[in-house]
């Protein structure tokens, strides 16, 4: 089941990545809201492959559709390419978002329980924040189990990026190397940090 945190206004902006997260909350937010779609493209051989998948879907629907990339996607010295990026993402949407409409991100609760966990380990445990400057996260109340149905289920396209598998990178290997042990000793581990999820309702509305 789709859950919803918070009041979604009827038109939104929304940033897709082209994976199945963010196809399936389009595709669930197109049906009922008017939305602008906003895709950054990495610059990588997956990039291309998931920008031209956004584009045939926002074609399809003919939605809005803004883009913008990055010419070289390595990241600066003394930074990782995860951090490069998602500084080079969030400055961008945060040009629209402070002054526009609000900004969905499709963070789910799944990622609410990786970063606990890799919070957790370096000193605080930390839950995804609602809101970031005019960036609103909805769905953190859904797991990324419902998020693959509903595409499932309304034949929604969406690109898999082949280094979601690599676990070089932190997140990976918490997600694919640290989960199946985090779940042995707390099966419950989704619902705790739900609790945290639905507690934190400072910025919620």
């Not at 963010?22 to 197109?30: E, G, N, T, Y």
């Not at 009922?32 to 906003?38: I, K, N, T």
């Not at 930390?126 to 309304?154: C, Q, S, V």
């Not at 690109?159 to 042990?181: A, F, G, L, Q, W």
């Amino acid at each position: 089941m789709i859950k919803i945190q918070g009041n979604i206004p009827r038109n939104v902006m929304i940033a897709v990545s082209g994976g199945v997260d963010s196809m399936a909350v389009l595709d669930f937010l197109r049906r009922a809201h008017e939305v602008e779609v906003f895709h950054f493209n990495h610059g990588t051989e997956h990039g291309k492959l998931a920008e031209e998948c956004v584009r045939q879907y926002v074609a399809k629907y003919d939605l809005s559709f803004h883009i913008r990339g990055i010419a070289w996607p390595d990241a600066p010295k003394g930074m990782s390419r995860e951090e490069y990026w998602r500084e080079a993402r969030y400055e961008w949407m945060d040009m629209y978002s402070t002054t526009h409409l609000p900004m969905i991100t499709c963070h789910h609760l799944d990622d609410c329980v990786e970063t606990w966990i890799w919070s957790s380990m370096n000193g605080t445990g930390k839950i995804i924040p609602y809101r970031r400057n005019g960036i609103i996260r909805p769905f953190r109340g859904t797991r990324k189990r419902d998020l693959e149905l509903w595409a499932a289920m309304h034949n929604v396209p969406y690109v898999e990026d082949d280094s979601n598998k690599d676990t070089c990178y932190t997140r990976n290997y918490i997600r694919h190397e640290m989960m199946p042990h985090v779940l042995r000793v707390n099966p419950g581990i989704h619902k705790t940090i739900a609790k945290k999820v639905r507690a934190d309702e400072t910025e919620v509305n």
